[in-house]
């Protein structure tokens, strides 16, 4: 059943799942495009605000045209939603209100008009406005030939546009008094970027409909973020996050007549924000990961550390053999703990059994002075840098020596003037 | 008050952010009766170490005594004044009210002001001078009158220990002494204040005890004991990029500042 | 007689919201009002299939789950992943009415009471369909009005016993917290208020234009007045004069009613923006009397 609309839906025999599908991945690359700007300028919620804005534009350019001519609704959408931007840029600049509120307010007022505008039409129009409240929600399925070439146009022109003036654009995205300092045209750009934004959202709202198309512009970029720092990298992650989403959004909608579309895309959007944030590099997969390597870490180096103090080696041959008893009468260790710490540094080769006890191999040996010198720089590091009572040195180095790196050691070693593991110990 | 009980305890103080320490193994104590400054370069954790004492944070280890006790056995004692800036002085209030505010507690929240908080209030915008605009809007204020609204309040809530960020920042001359004459009459009765200040050339003139921060606890002491060139140049001298680099080492690899079951 | 009925329901509502409203405007908040009301829909949509009925307490403990736990996504998205916080409001808000929207597809398949038009715009010319009757013939007027009500007493209940709270937490956080006032408690009661308005409203206003009665009479409020209680005051008046208004010009153009009293919000908002620049532009140019302020 539902392989059979699968192969139905892929196989592309019929003309109205092209449509769909050409029209979401050029929907959904454009907003993708513009969306990446709209994040890294921090003006995410403000395509929420042009998107309900539209409606009264959709509505308005239906009357004028007296049908559903998508030229036309889309000229109405993009003069509206530029009216918004304008009006929340005066509020802000020119009262106390501040810009979330500026938003909203703009966001009720603008979807308002729509609403009075659309039941206008309903209730004098002369019946060609079927269709119309598609708008409000969105009808993925709805959208005809002319309405794809209308959108790749679009999205031609939006790609052609970031392609042309990337660098511009993230100079402007990163640093716009910068931007205006080495005499790029900010005031332009950004009329022009935000020019693109509306019509990105304007072609989406007979998709999604005015209020999740503005999942379209956040969410895949927020999304990208978690997964790169480059910003080439994330505009591509982002568009094809998005245009997954749209097709996987499309097809739930094709095997089950009653699902919308809309809320499909967008759930399936949301659904890999959340993997993204356990799974991604930064995420809490890794962060859980990284955590329990530094717990081992410490814990390992800690009984090493241990022996040392326990046993010392300044001289040659001394005896290296050691007890876990020992071990956790001079220092507090978990059993569980200790057991699978001594576990790895025998894998690690470290140490090796002797009998029934342990014995320090000469790499263990090496390691183990390495780590009681670091613990001891950094000692000297703090007394000479800070000031810290000398009863506290000795803790305030205890986690700091499982970090640094050999690189640090050396910096250490010439800041300090010290070489070789220093006396003093506190 | 007997002499072994510090006014602030700070004691193995770490507080971090994302990850990565912002203050870092602090430890002083501040006798009372005297006005101490904390001092250090911009970042330095200056304004983290005034709200982890006063609860706003919370640290990862350490902890904080005041008076000898957990802060929440001894909140009416404490005074906080925050930075002017953390505020949105568009906010409709007039001075009355904002100094009104000092008199709030968590115990009498339900209750409406009475004479005595009014009395109270309205001596405090006496003091700093305000009260000929007691009714006015505090958005129709200057930077320095609005900073002294904020004293006021302070001055409201009747504390024993005063803790202000920042509160000569953006002021005028007039404004600053004036301040500066308050402190010194609490400090006669017996208050303790603790300032967070960035002007090094007032310093010696202002405070009786110095607190020299950079992430770590740089310096403490007496003026001249905290300002030599070697802790200067320690603190802001760039002296300390081992240090910075162990912190973004540990916020990179979110490796813990202290291990566990560690705290000293 | 209905008009009346009406129109007094939706004064409630203009009320509430305005009264709310405020504070959210005050706590810059606006937009996590705007994303509450959008997020309350999944729960009212799976609390009224189970219920099987509009006036259930249910639907107010499924709207308010949702709209709490929008509140929490939000605060989990910028605090612990560091998404820029608007981007945070963005994602959850169309998320949880996605779903709703979904679940309106699967659950209310051919019910008339929950659609998705009514989502959007409620119908407050409907509410006197379902009618509360004395001894089966003294109508006493529609059930959502009673609604509005309770819930109105609640909000100013809440206000007033809370004024100081609001206040303090509204004005300067730090310092609530720094004299021991517990401020998330009071952050969240406050969202569950607005949450409670926004469901109690959703039927006769819908879940988006409630966000015009939440935050444009409040700033118009803002514009004028520089005092607290004047602002609540003047706030809930522009709330009601626009409900009133647009009522009487929505039947005239016969239009959407609740469409027409948010529109006449945002008129009477822009008469208070002029206004304001007005009388900016009079005290710059007049005695100079802002800069002398400047200087004791």
């Given at each position: 059943m539902i392989w059979q609309s699968a192969i139905d839906f892929f196989s592309f025999k019929d003309p109205n799942v092209v449509y769909v599908l050409a029209g979401i991945i050029f929907i959904n690359s454009s907003s993708a495009l513009v969306g990446t700007f709209a994040y890294l300028r921090k003006r995410s919620l403000l395509a929420d605000a042009v998107s309900h804005a539209l409606l009264p534009g959709i509505c308005l350019?239906?009357?004028?045209?007296?049908?559903?001519?998508?030229?036309?609704?889309?000229?109405?959408?993009?003069?509206?939603?530029?009216?918004?931007?304008?009006?929340?840029?005066?509020?802000?600049?020119?009262?106390?209100?501040?810009?979330?509120?500026?938003?909203?307010?703009?966001?009720?007022?603008f979807f308002a008009i729509g609403i009075v505008l659309l039941t206008y039409i309903q209730k004098h129009g002369n019946g060609n406005q079927a269709g119309l409240d598609h708008f409000l929600f969105g009808q993925a399925a709805a959208i005809s030939k002319n309405d794809v070439w209308l959108f790749a146009v679009v999205f031609v022109v939006i790609l052609l546009a970031v392609l042309l003036l990337y660098k511009n654009l993230v100079i402007l995205s990163f640093n716009p008094d910068f931007a205006q300092s080495v005499g790029?045209?900010?005031?332009?750009?950004?009329?022009?970027?935000?020019?693109?934004?509306?019509?990105?959202?304007?072609?989406?709202?007979?998709?999604?409909?005015?209020?999740?198309?503005?999942?379209?512009?956040?969410?895949?970029?927020?999304?990208?973020?978690?997964?790169?720092?480059?910003?080439?990298?994330?505009?591509?992650?982002?568009?094809?996050?998005?245009?997954?989403?749209?097709?996987?959004?499309?097809?739930?909608?094709?095997?089950?007549?009653?699902?919308?579309?809309?809320?499909?895309?967008?759930?399936?959007?949301?659904?890999?924000?959340?993997?993204?944030?356990?799974?991604?590099?930064?995420?809490?997969?890794?962060?859980?990961?990284?955590?329990?390597?530094?717990?081992?870490?410490?814990?390992?180096?800690?009984?090493?550390?241990?022996?040392?103090?326990?046993?010392?080696?300044?001289?040659?041959?001394?005896?290296?053999?050691?007890?876990?008893?020992?071990?956790?009468?001079?220092?507090?260790?978990?059993?569980?703990?200790?057991?699978?710490?001594?576990?790895?540094?025998?894998?690690?080769?470290?140490?090796?059994?002797?009998?029934?006890?342990?014995?320090?191999?000469?790499?263990?040996?090496?390691?183990?002075?390495?780590?009681?010198?670091?613990?001891?720089?950094?000692?000297?590091?703090?007394?000479?840098?800070?000031?810290?009572?000398?009863?506290?040195?000795?803790?305030?180095?205890?986690?700091?020596?499982?970090?640094?790196?050999?690189?640090?050691?050396?910096?250490?070693?010439?800041?300090?003037?010290?070489?070789?593991?220093?006396?003093?110990?506190? | 008050m007997k002499q072994d009980i510090h006014a602030i305890e700070v004691h193995n103080l770490t507080v971090s952010y994302d990850g990565k320490p912002v203050l870092w193994d602090i430890d002083f104590n501040l006798d009372s009766g005297q006005i101490i400054g904390i001092i250090g370069p911009n970042g330095s954790g200056k304004t983290t170490s005034l709200k982890a004492i006063m609860g706003l944070l919370k640290p990862a280890s350490g902890f904080v005594k005041i008076f000898g006790k957990s802060l929440d056995e001894v909140r009416d004692r404490v005074a906080y004044v925050p930075q002017r800036e953390s505020v949105d002085w568009d906010f409709p209030a007039s001075v009355l009210d904002v100094v009104l505010m000092g008199r709030s507690k968590s115990q009498n929240l339900f209750r409406r002001a009475n004479k005595t908080d009014i009395g109270i209030a309205l001596q405090s915008i006496e003091k700093v001078g305000l009260t000929e605009f007691k009714n006015r809007q505090i958005s129709q204020l200057s930077g320095g009158q609005q900073q002294r609204v904020f004293i006021a309040r302070a001055l409201a809530q009747q504390a024993d220990l005063y803790l202000m960020d920042e509160p000569f920042v953006g002021v005028d001359a007039a404004t600053e002494s004036a301040i500066l004459e308050l402190l010194r009459e609490?400090?006669?009765?017996?208050?303790?204040?603790?300032?967070?200040?960035?002007?090094?050339?007032t310093v010696s003139d202002y405070f009786d005890y110095l607190v020299l921060l950079n992430t770590r606890l740089i310096a403490k002491g007496t003026p001249p004991e905290v300002l030599t060139r070697e802790n200067l140049s320690n603190a802001y001298g760039g002296q300390l990029t081992l240090l910075s680099k162990i912190v973004d080492l540990i916020r990179q690899n979110e490796f813990p500042v202290r291990e566990k079951g560690f705290d000293l | 007689m209905?008009?009346?009925?009406?129109?007094?329901?939706?004064?409630?509502?203009?009320?509430?919201?305005?009264?709310?409203?405020?504070?959210?405007?005050?706590?810059?908040?606006?937009?996590?009002?705007?994303?509450?009301?959008?997020?309350?829909?999944?729960?009212?949509?799976?609390?009224?299939?189970?219920?099987?009925?509009?006036?259930?307490?249910?639907?107010?403990?499924?709207?308010?789950?949702?709209?709490?736990?929008a509140t929490f996504l939000i605060d989990f998205f910028s605090r612990r992943i560091r998404i820029q916080n608007d981007a945070a409001i963005g994602i959850t808000y169309t998320l949880l009415f996605a779903v709703g929207m979904i679940l309106i597809a699967v659950l209310m398949q051919g019910n008339a009471?929950?659609?998705?038009?009514?989502?959007?715009?409620?119908?407050?010319?409907?509410?006197?369909?379902?009618?509360?009757?004395?001894?089966?013939?003294?109508?006493?007027?529609?059930?959502?009005?009673?609604?509005?009500?309770?819930?109105?007493?609640?909000?100013?209940?809440?206000?007033?016993?809370?004024?100081?709270?609001?206040?303090?937490?509204?004005?300067?956080?730090?310092?609530?917290?720094?004299?021991?006032?517990?401020?998330?408690?009071?952050?969240?009661?406050?969202?569950?208020?607005?949450?409670?308005?926004?469901?109690?409203?959703?039927?006769?206003?819908?879940?988006?234009?409630?966000?015009?009665?939440?935050?444009?009479?409040?700033?118009?409020?803002?514009?004028?007045?520089?005092?607290?209680?004047?602002?609540?005051?003047?706030?809930?008046?522009?709330?009601?004069?626009?409900?009133?208004?647009?009522?009487?010009?929505?039947l005239w153009l016969d239009v959407s009613i609740t469409g027409m009293m948010v529109v006449m919000a945002g008129i009477l908002f822009a008469f208070c923006f002029i206004i304001s620049q007005l009388r900016s532009h009079k005290t710059l140019a007049g005695t100079g009397f802002e800069q002398k302020t400047q200087e004791i």
């Open positions: 350019g239906f009357l004028f045209a007296g049908e559903k001519n998508m030229p036309a609704l889309i000229t109405g959408a993009f003069i509206t939603g530029w009216i918004s931007i304008y009006l929340i840029d005066l509020i802000v600049r020119k009262s106390r209100i501040k810009q979330d509120a500026a938003i909203a307010m703009v966001i009720a007022f790029i045209p900010v005031r332009f750009i950004e009329f022009f970027l935000t020019s693109l934004t509306v019509l990105a959202i304007a072609i989406g709202i007979q998709a999604l409909g005015v209020i999740l198309i503005s999942a379209l512009i956040i969410t895949p970029t927020a999304t990208a973020r978690m997964w790169t720092h480059h910003l080439k990298k994330m505009i591509v992650i982002a568009i094809l996050i998005s245009v997954f989403s749209g097709i996987a959004g499309a097809f739930v909608s094709y095997t089950r007549a009653q699902m919308p579309t809309g809320p499909w895309v967008v759930v399936i959007l949301s659904f890999i924000t959340f993997v993204s944030v356990v799974m991604a590099p930064k995420g809490l997969l890794r962060k859980f990961i990284v955590r329990r390597k530094n717990e081992n870490k410490i814990n390992d180096e800690n009984i090493l550390k241990t022996i040392f103090e326990l046993k010392g080696f300044s001289e040659k041959e001394k005896m290296l053999v050691f007890s876990t008893v020992e071990l956790t009468e001079k220092r507090l260790f978990d059993t569980k703990k200790l057991d699978a710490g001594l576990r790895r540094l025998i894998r690690r080769n470290l140490i090796q059994h002797k009998g029934n006890e342990f014995e320090l191999t000469t790499t263990g040996k090496k390691e183990a002075a390495r780590i009681i010198k670091l613990h001891r720089l950094w000692e000297q590091y703090l007394l000479k840098r800070t000031s810290i009572d000398t009863d506290h040195v000795h803790s305030g180095a205890e986690a700091i020596e499982h970090i640094i790196t050999p690189e640090i050691e050396k910096e250490l070693e010439k800041e300090l003037g010290i070489e070789g593991i220093p006396e003093d110990d506190y | 609490m400090k006669s009765n017996g208050k303790t204040v603790l300032i967070i200040h960035h002007d090094l050339q | 209905n008009d009346i009925f009406i129109i007094l329901t939706a004064v409630l509502v203009a009320i509430n919201c305005a009264l709310l409203g405020t504070f959210l405007l005050l706590r810059k908040m606006a937009m996590l009002g705007d994303a509450v009301s959008h997020a309350v829909l999944p729960g009212i949509v799976v609390a009224y299939f189970f219920a099987g009925d509009k006036g259930s307490v249910f639907i107010l403990a499924g709207a308010t789950v949702a709209g709490l736990a009471d929950i659609d998705q038009e009514c989502v959007l715009y409620g119908d407050i010319a409907l509410i006197n369909f379902d009618k509360i009757l004395i001894d089966d013939n003294l109508y006493i007027g529609p059930r959502a009005m009673y609604v509005e009500l309770v819930a109105g007493i609640i909000v100013v209940s809440s206000l007033v016993i809370g004024f100081k709270g609001f206040k303090l937490i509204s004005f300067n956080e730090d310092f609530a917290k720094s004299v021991g006032i517990k401020t998330s408690r009071w952050h969240y009661f406050l969202m569950a208020l607005v949450t409670l308005t926004t469901v109690v409203s959703f039927e006769v206003v819908g879940a988006i234009l409630v966000v015009g009665f939440l935050v444009i009479p409040p700033a118009s409020a803002f514009l004028i007045t520089r005092k607290l209680i004047p602002m609540l005051v003047i706030s809930a008046l522009t709330g009601i004069v626009s409900v009133v208004s647009g009522y009487f010009l929505a």
